[in-house]
Protein backbone atom coordinates (compact mmCIF):
# COMPACT_ATOMS: atom_id res chain seq x y z
CA UNK A 1 0.00 0.00 0.00
CA UNK A 2 0.90 3.53 -0.73
CA UNK A 3 2.48 5.51 1.99
CA UNK A 4 -0.66 6.60 4.67
CA UNK A 5 -1.47 9.86 6.51
CA UNK A 6 -2.30 8.65 9.63
CA UNK A 7 -0.29 5.64 11.69
CA UNK A 8 -0.92 6.27 15.10
CA UNK A 9 -3.46 4.22 16.29
CA UNK A 10 -4.39 6.17 18.95
CA UNK A 11 -5.87 8.75 16.40
CA UNK A 12 -7.48 5.96 14.38
CA UNK A 13 -9.28 4.83 17.31
CA UNK A 14 -10.57 8.48 18.21
CA UNK A 15 -11.40 8.96 14.29
CA UNK A 16 -13.55 5.68 14.28
CA UNK A 17 -15.31 6.66 17.74
CA UNK A 18 -16.14 10.14 16.02
CA UNK A 19 -17.20 8.35 12.56
CA UNK A 20 -19.56 5.54 14.88
CA UNK A 21 -21.25 9.17 17.14
CA UNK A 22 -21.70 11.12 13.95
CA UNK A 23 -23.98 7.77 12.57
CA UNK A 24 -25.75 7.29 15.76
CA UNK A 25 -26.71 11.07 16.32
CA UNK A 26 -27.49 11.90 12.98
CA UNK A 27 -29.54 8.19 12.49
CA UNK A 28 -31.54 9.45 15.83
CA UNK A 29 -32.08 13.16 14.74
CA UNK A 30 -35.28 14.78 13.45
CA UNK A 31 -33.86 16.29 10.57
CA UNK A 32 -34.83 16.04 7.55
CA UNK A 33 -32.11 15.44 5.81
CA UNK A 34 -31.16 13.11 8.02
CA UNK A 35 -34.40 11.15 8.39
CA UNK A 36 -34.14 10.86 4.52
CA UNK A 37 -30.70 9.33 4.58
CA UNK A 38 -31.64 6.46 7.32
CA UNK A 39 -34.93 5.81 5.61
CA UNK A 40 -32.48 4.06 2.16
CA UNK A 41 -29.35 3.73 4.12
CA UNK A 42 -28.82 1.54 6.95
CA UNK A 43 -26.86 2.81 10.21
CA UNK A 44 -25.15 -0.15 9.70
CA UNK A 45 -23.69 0.04 6.48
CA UNK A 46 -22.32 3.17 7.05
CA UNK A 47 -20.61 1.99 10.35
CA UNK A 48 -19.06 -0.20 7.89
CA UNK A 49 -18.79 2.24 4.84
CA UNK A 50 -17.56 4.98 6.20
CA UNK A 51 -14.56 3.63 8.24
CA UNK A 52 -13.45 1.53 4.86
CA UNK A 53 -13.21 5.05 2.89
CA UNK A 54 -9.94 5.63 5.19
CA UNK A 55 -8.56 2.09 3.61
CA UNK A 56 -9.52 2.89 0.08
CA UNK A 57 -8.45 6.36 -0.04
CA UNK A 58 -4.80 5.26 1.81
CA UNK A 59 -5.52 7.66 4.72
CA UNK A 60 -5.05 4.87 7.08
CA UNK A 61 -3.46 1.20 6.75
CA UNK A 62 -6.24 -0.89 7.54
CA UNK A 63 -3.59 -4.30 7.69
CA UNK A 64 -0.77 -2.18 9.62
CA UNK A 65 -3.40 -0.53 12.31
CA UNK A 66 -3.50 -2.99 15.42
CA UNK A 67 -7.13 -1.52 15.85
CA UNK A 68 -8.95 -4.33 14.91
CA UNK A 69 -6.48 -6.52 16.77
CA UNK A 70 -7.39 -5.59 20.00
CA UNK A 71 -11.00 -5.01 18.81
CA UNK A 72 -11.36 -9.01 18.26
CA UNK A 73 -9.10 -9.98 20.98
CA UNK A 74 -9.70 -7.57 23.70
CA UNK A 75 -13.66 -6.24 23.12
CA UNK A 76 -15.23 -8.99 20.96
CA UNK A 77 -14.93 -11.51 23.78
CA UNK A 78 -15.98 -9.14 26.38
CA UNK A 79 -19.10 -7.96 23.55
CA UNK A 80 -20.12 -11.69 23.96
CA UNK A 81 -19.96 -12.21 27.37
CA UNK A 82 -22.10 -8.80 27.39
CA UNK A 83 -24.59 -10.08 25.03
CA UNK A 84 -25.49 -13.20 26.77
CA UNK A 85 -25.97 -12.08 29.94
CA UNK A 86 -29.10 -11.73 29.41
CA UNK A 87 -29.88 -15.13 28.01
CA UNK A 88 -32.87 -16.88 29.21
CA UNK A 89 -33.43 -20.45 27.64
CA UNK A 90 -36.17 -20.94 30.22
CA UNK A 91 -38.06 -18.08 28.98
CA UNK A 92 -37.32 -18.84 25.26
CA UNK A 93 -38.86 -22.44 25.67
CA UNK A 94 -41.54 -20.62 27.71
CA UNK A 95 -42.71 -19.04 24.30
CA UNK A 96 -43.91 -22.26 22.82
CA UNK A 97 -42.26 -24.90 21.02
CA UNK A 98 -43.69 -22.97 17.39
CA UNK A 99 -41.64 -19.92 18.46
CA UNK A 100 -38.34 -22.42 19.16
CA UNK A 101 -39.18 -24.29 15.93
CA UNK A 102 -39.59 -21.33 14.00
CA UNK A 103 -36.07 -19.89 14.79
CA UNK A 104 -34.21 -22.93 14.54
CA UNK A 105 -35.81 -23.62 10.77
CA UNK A 106 -34.14 -20.04 9.96
CA UNK A 107 -30.94 -20.92 11.37
CA UNK A 108 -31.04 -24.23 9.64
CA UNK A 109 -32.05 -22.46 6.18
CA UNK A 110 -28.98 -20.30 6.76
CA UNK A 111 -26.94 -23.57 7.71
CA UNK A 112 -27.81 -25.40 4.47
CA UNK A 113 -28.62 -22.21 2.29
CA UNK A 114 -25.13 -21.20 1.61
CA UNK A 115 -23.86 -24.61 0.66
CA UNK A 116 -27.12 -25.12 -1.81
CA UNK A 117 -26.53 -21.14 -3.15
CA UNK A 118 -22.55 -21.92 -3.68
CA UNK A 119 -23.90 -25.26 -5.64
CA UNK A 120 -26.18 -23.53 -8.04
CA UNK A 121 -24.04 -20.51 -8.67
CA UNK A 122 -21.21 -23.01 -9.31
CA UNK A 123 -23.10 -24.32 -12.20
CA UNK A 124 -23.06 -21.08 -13.76
CA UNK A 125 -19.45 -19.67 -12.35
CA UNK A 126 -17.00 -23.02 -11.99
CA UNK A 127 -14.66 -20.47 -10.98
CA UNK A 128 -16.48 -19.68 -7.83
CA UNK A 129 -15.14 -23.15 -6.34
CA UNK A 130 -12.04 -25.23 -6.15
CA UNK A 131 -10.25 -22.05 -4.88
CA UNK A 132 -8.47 -22.04 -1.61
CA UNK A 133 -6.78 -18.43 -1.41
CA UNK A 134 -7.98 -15.87 1.33
CA UNK A 135 -10.17 -14.15 -1.52
CA UNK A 136 -11.79 -17.64 -1.82
CA UNK A 137 -15.62 -17.05 -2.47
CA UNK A 138 -16.56 -20.03 0.63
CA UNK A 139 -14.21 -18.34 3.05
CA UNK A 140 -16.27 -14.54 2.41
CA UNK A 141 -19.72 -16.71 2.52
CA UNK A 142 -19.02 -18.55 6.15
CA UNK A 143 -18.62 -14.34 7.54
CA UNK A 144 -22.12 -13.74 6.07
CA UNK A 145 -23.47 -17.30 7.89
CA UNK A 146 -22.26 -15.68 11.28
CA UNK A 147 -23.78 -12.62 10.61
CA UNK A 148 -26.90 -13.97 9.67
CA UNK A 149 -27.07 -16.58 12.34
CA UNK A 150 -25.72 -14.50 15.01
CA UNK A 151 -24.25 -11.17 14.39
CA UNK A 152 -21.65 -9.21 13.98
CA UNK A 153 -19.80 -10.39 16.82
CA UNK A 154 -19.92 -14.37 14.92
CA UNK A 155 -19.49 -12.54 11.83
CA UNK A 156 -15.93 -11.17 13.26
CA UNK A 157 -15.21 -14.44 14.38
CA UNK A 158 -15.63 -16.25 11.00
CA UNK A 159 -13.57 -14.26 9.34
CA UNK A 160 -10.68 -14.25 11.72
CA UNK A 161 -11.22 -18.24 12.22
CA UNK A 162 -11.48 -19.12 8.22
CA UNK A 163 -8.80 -16.33 7.72
CA UNK A 164 -10.84 -14.36 5.28
CA UNK A 165 -9.59 -11.89 2.83
CA UNK A 166 -10.19 -8.34 3.04
CA UNK A 167 -10.92 -7.76 -1.14
CA UNK A 168 -13.95 -10.81 -0.60
CA UNK A 169 -14.90 -9.94 3.01
CA UNK A 170 -15.74 -6.04 1.58
CA UNK A 171 -17.61 -7.22 -1.13
CA UNK A 172 -20.08 -9.84 1.29
CA UNK A 173 -20.50 -7.31 4.07
CA UNK A 174 -22.19 -5.15 1.89
CA UNK A 175 -24.22 -8.66 -0.19
CA UNK A 176 -25.00 -8.96 4.17
CA UNK A 177 -26.48 -5.78 4.70
CA UNK A 178 -28.40 -5.22 1.44
CA UNK A 179 -29.79 -8.99 1.23
CA UNK A 180 -30.29 -8.71 4.75
CA UNK A 181 -32.50 -5.30 4.63
CA UNK A 182 -34.24 -6.13 1.92
CA UNK A 183 -35.75 -9.20 3.82
CA UNK A 184 -36.48 -7.01 6.32
CA UNK A 185 -38.76 -4.81 4.46
CA UNK A 186 -40.69 -7.66 3.21
CA UNK A 187 -41.00 -9.10 6.84
CA UNK A 188 -42.24 -5.04 7.49
CA UNK A 189 -45.09 -5.55 4.63
CA UNK A 190 -46.02 -8.60 5.86
CA UNK A 191 -46.16 -7.43 9.78
CA UNK A 192 -48.99 -4.94 8.56
CA UNK A 193 -51.36 -7.50 7.36
CA UNK A 194 -50.45 -10.14 9.78
CA UNK A 195 -54.30 -10.45 11.29
CA UNK A 196 -55.13 -11.55 7.56
CA UNK A 197 -52.19 -14.09 7.01
CA UNK A 198 -52.91 -15.25 10.49
CA UNK A 199 -56.32 -15.97 9.84
CA UNK A 200 -55.89 -17.63 6.54
CA UNK A 201 -53.34 -20.16 7.58
CA UNK A 202 -55.80 -20.86 11.09
CA UNK A 203 -52.70 -19.78 13.20
CA UNK A 204 -53.68 -19.60 17.14
CA UNK A 205 -52.66 -16.25 18.71
CA UNK A 206 -53.60 -16.58 21.87
CA UNK A 207 -50.53 -16.89 23.65
CA UNK A 208 -48.98 -13.93 21.91
CA UNK A 209 -51.13 -11.19 23.18
CA UNK A 210 -50.66 -13.13 26.97
CA UNK A 211 -47.04 -12.76 25.84
CA UNK A 212 -47.33 -8.79 25.22
CA UNK A 213 -48.43 -8.43 29.38
CA UNK A 214 -45.91 -10.64 30.69
CA UNK A 215 -43.00 -9.00 28.58
CA UNK A 216 -44.04 -5.44 29.34
CA UNK A 217 -44.32 -5.94 32.91
CA UNK A 218 -40.92 -7.81 33.38
CA UNK A 219 -39.06 -4.98 31.85
CA UNK A 220 -40.48 -2.10 33.68
CA UNK A 221 -39.99 -3.74 37.06
CA UNK A 222 -36.11 -4.58 36.59
CA UNK A 223 -34.52 -1.19 34.82
CA UNK A 224 -32.82 0.92 36.35
CA UNK A 225 -30.05 3.71 36.17
CA UNK A 226 -26.83 2.21 36.45
CA UNK A 227 -24.19 3.30 38.82
CA UNK A 228 -20.18 3.93 38.95
CA UNK A 229 -20.13 0.47 40.83
CA UNK A 230 -22.47 -1.30 37.87
CA UNK A 231 -20.67 -0.14 35.27
CA UNK A 232 -17.21 -1.14 36.73
CA UNK A 233 -19.03 -4.79 37.41
CA UNK A 234 -20.02 -4.48 33.70
CA UNK A 235 -16.15 -4.23 32.75
CA UNK A 236 -15.07 -6.51 35.26
CA UNK A 237 -17.26 -9.48 34.38
CA UNK A 238 -16.55 -8.75 30.03
CA UNK A 239 -12.65 -8.77 30.47
CA UNK A 240 -12.21 -10.61 33.35
CA UNK A 241 -14.05 -13.28 31.31
CA UNK A 242 -12.13 -12.33 28.41
CA UNK A 243 -8.69 -12.76 30.06
CA UNK A 244 -9.62 -16.36 30.94
CA UNK A 245 -10.42 -16.72 27.38
CA UNK A 246 -7.01 -15.59 26.49
CA UNK A 247 -6.00 -18.34 29.35
CA UNK A 248 -8.07 -21.53 28.24
CA UNK A 249 -7.43 -20.69 24.24
CA UNK A 250 -3.52 -20.32 25.60
CA UNK A 251 -3.54 -23.84 26.78
CA UNK A 252 -5.61 -26.09 24.82
CA UNK A 253 -3.97 -24.68 21.03
CA UNK A 254 -0.85 -26.12 21.53
CA UNK A 255 -2.41 -29.25 22.96
CA UNK A 256 -4.35 -30.16 19.88
CA UNK A 257 -1.30 -28.86 17.60
CA UNK A 258 1.24 -31.51 19.81
CA UNK A 259 -1.87 -34.27 19.67
CA UNK A 260 -3.84 -33.76 17.44
CA UNK A 261 -2.55 -32.44 13.65
CA UNK A 262 -5.38 -33.57 11.64
CA UNK A 263 -7.91 -31.43 13.63
CA UNK A 264 -6.52 -28.18 11.80
CA UNK A 265 -9.38 -28.09 9.51
CA UNK A 266 -12.20 -27.76 12.10
CA UNK A 267 -10.47 -24.92 13.26
CA UNK A 268 -9.10 -26.48 16.37
CA UNK A 269 -5.52 -25.21 15.96
CA UNK A 270 -6.95 -21.51 16.00
CA UNK A 271 -6.26 -19.89 19.22
CA UNK A 272 -9.18 -17.50 18.39
CA UNK A 273 -11.45 -20.12 17.73
CA UNK A 274 -11.25 -21.58 21.36
CA UNK A 275 -11.23 -17.57 22.75
CA UNK A 276 -14.72 -17.30 21.03
CA UNK A 277 -15.97 -20.64 22.31
CA UNK A 278 -14.72 -20.73 25.84
CA UNK A 279 -16.19 -17.08 26.29
CA UNK A 280 -19.84 -17.79 24.45
CA UNK A 281 -19.62 -20.91 27.18
CA UNK A 282 -19.04 -19.24 30.25
CA UNK A 283 -21.30 -16.01 29.06
CA UNK A 284 -23.89 -18.64 28.91
CA UNK A 285 -23.11 -20.23 32.66
CA UNK A 286 -22.78 -16.70 34.26
CA UNK A 287 -26.46 -16.43 32.84
CA UNK A 288 -27.29 -18.79 34.89
CA UNK A 289 -26.48 -17.11 38.20
CA UNK A 290 -26.86 -13.78 39.63
CA UNK A 291 -24.75 -12.15 37.03
CA UNK A 292 -27.51 -12.17 34.88
CA UNK A 293 -29.19 -8.79 36.82
CA UNK A 294 -26.47 -7.04 35.26
CA UNK A 295 -28.56 -6.46 32.28
CA UNK A 296 -30.86 -4.51 34.12
CA UNK A 297 -27.80 -1.99 34.17
CA UNK A 298 -26.82 -1.82 30.88
CA UNK A 299 -24.90 -4.95 30.27
CA UNK A 300 -26.00 -5.61 26.21
CA UNK A 301 -26.00 -2.01 25.91
CA UNK A 302 -22.43 -1.95 27.01
CA UNK A 303 -21.74 -4.88 24.86
CA UNK A 304 -23.25 -3.45 22.01
CA UNK A 305 -21.03 -0.64 21.90
CA UNK A 306 -17.81 -2.69 22.04
CA UNK A 307 -19.18 -4.43 18.82
CA UNK A 308 -19.79 -0.92 17.09
CA UNK A 309 -16.17 -0.55 17.74
CA UNK A 310 -15.39 -3.88 15.87
CA UNK A 311 -17.70 -3.22 13.29
CA UNK A 312 -15.96 -0.02 12.33
CA UNK A 313 -12.50 -1.88 13.08
CA UNK A 314 -13.27 -4.16 10.57
CA UNK A 315 -14.11 -1.07 7.91
CA UNK A 316 -10.58 -0.56 7.83
CA UNK A 317 -9.75 -3.77 6.58
CA UNK A 318 -12.10 -2.91 3.79
CA UNK A 319 -11.57 -1.50 0.03
CA UNK A 320 -15.14 -0.08 -1.11
CA UNK A 321 -13.80 -0.35 -4.64
CA UNK A 322 -13.62 -3.99 -4.76
CA UNK A 323 -17.64 -4.33 -4.38
CA UNK A 324 -17.76 -3.14 -7.81
CA UNK A 325 -15.71 -6.35 -9.30
CA UNK A 326 -18.49 -8.84 -7.52
CA UNK A 327 -22.05 -8.53 -8.73
CA UNK A 328 -22.23 -12.11 -8.81
CA UNK A 329 -22.21 -11.88 -5.22
CA UNK A 330 -25.24 -10.44 -4.89
CA UNK A 331 -27.24 -13.19 -6.93
CA UNK A 332 -25.24 -15.89 -4.46
CA UNK A 333 -26.52 -13.57 -1.57
CA UNK A 334 -30.46 -13.87 -2.78
CA UNK A 335 -30.21 -17.38 -3.75
CA UNK A 336 -29.28 -18.14 -0.69
CA UNK A 337 -32.20 -16.17 1.32
CA UNK A 338 -34.25 -17.04 -1.01
CA UNK A 339 -33.51 -21.19 0.52
CA UNK A 340 -34.36 -19.20 3.95
CA UNK A 341 -37.29 -17.51 3.21
CA UNK A 342 -38.73 -20.51 1.31
CA UNK A 343 -38.44 -23.10 4.13
CA UNK A 344 -39.31 -20.36 7.17
CA UNK A 345 -42.91 -20.13 4.93
CA UNK A 346 -42.96 -23.42 4.25
CA UNK A 347 -42.45 -24.68 8.18
CA UNK A 348 -44.76 -21.93 9.05
CA UNK A 349 -47.49 -23.31 7.25
CA UNK A 350 -47.16 -26.88 8.23
CA UNK A 351 -46.87 -26.08 11.67
CA UNK A 352 -49.92 -22.95 11.52
CA UNK A 353 -46.99 -20.59 13.63
CA UNK A 354 -48.46 -17.11 13.61
CA UNK A 355 -46.63 -14.64 11.45
CA UNK A 356 -44.85 -13.02 14.36
CA UNK A 357 -43.12 -15.92 15.16
CA UNK A 358 -41.88 -16.48 11.60
CA UNK A 359 -41.12 -13.30 10.88
CA UNK A 360 -39.24 -12.49 14.43
CA UNK A 361 -37.38 -15.97 14.08
CA UNK A 362 -35.85 -15.56 10.95
CA UNK A 363 -34.90 -11.88 11.92
CA UNK A 364 -33.33 -12.94 15.15
CA UNK A 365 -31.09 -14.93 12.68
CA UNK A 366 -30.86 -12.50 9.78
CA UNK A 367 -30.53 -9.45 11.47
CA UNK A 368 -29.42 -10.22 15.25
CA UNK A 369 -30.81 -7.33 18.10
CA UNK A 370 -30.29 -4.61 16.22
CA UNK A 371 -33.18 -4.97 13.81
CA UNK A 372 -34.89 -8.21 15.32
CA UNK A 373 -36.99 -6.12 18.40
CA UNK A 374 -37.80 -3.89 15.10
CA UNK A 375 -39.55 -6.22 13.11
CA UNK A 376 -41.36 -7.74 16.68
CA UNK A 377 -42.17 -3.78 17.48
CA UNK A 378 -43.82 -3.67 14.25
CA UNK A 379 -46.52 -6.35 15.63
CA UNK A 380 -46.34 -4.73 19.09
CA UNK A 381 -44.05 -2.31 21.04
CA UNK A 382 -44.66 -4.62 23.90
CA UNK A 383 -42.99 -7.61 21.73
CA UNK A 384 -39.62 -5.68 21.26
CA UNK A 385 -37.70 -7.66 23.73
CA UNK A 386 -39.34 -10.79 22.50
CA UNK A 387 -36.94 -9.93 19.69
CA UNK A 388 -34.10 -9.21 21.29
CA UNK A 389 -34.48 -12.61 23.44
CA UNK A 390 -34.17 -14.82 20.24
CA UNK A 391 -31.32 -12.55 18.55
CA UNK A 392 -29.43 -13.16 22.28
CA UNK A 393 -30.17 -17.07 21.59
CA UNK A 394 -28.75 -16.57 18.00
CA UNK A 395 -25.53 -15.27 19.43
CA UNK A 396 -25.16 -17.90 21.37
CA UNK A 397 -25.72 -20.73 17.97
CA UNK A 398 -24.36 -18.39 15.38
CA UNK A 399 -20.41 -19.02 16.06
CA UNK A 400 -20.96 -22.61 15.51
CA UNK A 401 -23.90 -22.67 13.25
CA UNK A 402 -21.75 -20.71 11.11
CA UNK A 403 -18.70 -22.79 11.81
CA UNK A 404 -20.54 -25.39 10.57
CA UNK A 405 -21.85 -23.85 7.65
CA UNK A 406 -18.07 -22.80 6.91
CA UNK A 407 -17.02 -26.94 7.27
CA UNK A 408 -20.09 -27.79 4.56
CA UNK A 409 -18.92 -24.75 2.20
CA UNK A 410 -15.30 -26.34 2.09
CA UNK A 411 -16.55 -29.45 1.45
CA UNK A 412 -17.95 -28.14 -1.57
CA UNK A 413 -15.44 -25.69 -2.64
CA UNK A 414 -12.42 -27.82 -2.34
Not at 98 to 116: C, E, N, Q, R
Not at 210 to 239: C, E, W
Not at 358 to 378: I, L, R, Y
Not at 382 to 396: C, E, K
Request: charged fraction near 10%; proline fraction near 4%.
Amino acid sequence: MESVLITNDAVVLGILALILGGVFYTSQSDNRACRAVYKYVPALLLCYFIPSLLNTFNIVDGDASQVYYVASRYLLPACLVLLLLNLDLKAILGLGPKAVVMFLTGTAGIIIGGPIALMIMAQFVPEMIGVDSPEAVWRGMTTVAGSWIGGGANQAAMKEIYKVGGDVFSAMVTVDIIVANLWMAVLLLMAGNAKKIDAATGADTSAIESLKDKMADYHAQNARIPTTKDLMMLVAVGFGVTALGHIFSDTVTPFFVENYPDTERFSFHSKFFWLIISSTAMGVILSFTRARKLESVGASKVGTVYLYILIASIGLHMDVTKIAEAPLLFVLGGIWMLVHATLMLTMAKLIKAPLFYMAVGSQANVGGAASAPVVASAFNPALAPVGVLLAIFGYLVGTVGAWFCGQILMSIAM
